[in-house]
């Protein structure tokens, strides 16, 4: 089986930074594409940022030039850099993953979420 595990939410300050860090552990034959989604109060739940295996990224409007998603393959690792924080990116953080495990078809996996309030 695998797991994703998350790492650095917390309360921030408008304007603040945050990192966030999802590893997978457990039986990995290959990670295609990683990614942060979020999930606010009374909201669906959108994709922030991905990144593929080969490092391309996409981020949503509301995040560019604000956001910065990257990987450790080696680590079967992805960090989120959330800089210039607004109250609106307050939400539920969920880092998503496609892994290859034991079968032949990747499958979705997710993490249990990490809270980022941004309040002053």
């Known amino acids: 089986q695998v797991q994703l595990a998350e790492s650095g939410g917390g309360l921030v300050r408008p304007g603040g930074v945050v990192r966030l860090s999802c590893a997978a552990s457990?039986?990995?034959?290959?990670?295609?594409?990683m990614g942060w989604y979020r999930q606010a109060p009374g909201k669906q739940r959108e994709l922030v940022a991905q990144?593929?295996?080969?490092?391309?990224?996409n981020y949503a409007d509301s995040v560019k030039d604000r956001f910065t998603i990257s990987r450790d393959n080696a680590k079967n690792t992805a960090y989120l850099q959330m800089n210039s924080l607004k109250p609106e990116d307050t939400a539920i953080y969920y880092c998503?993953?496609?892994?290859?495990?034991?079968?032949?078809?990747?499958?979705?996996?997710w993490g249990q979420g990490t809270q980022i309030t941004v309040s002053s």
């Open positions: 457990g039986t990995i034959f290959n990670i295609n594409r």
């Open positions: 998503n993953a496609y892994i290859r495990s034991t079968g032949w078809i990747p499958v979705d996996y």
């Open positions: 990144i593929t295996s080969s490092g391309s990224t």
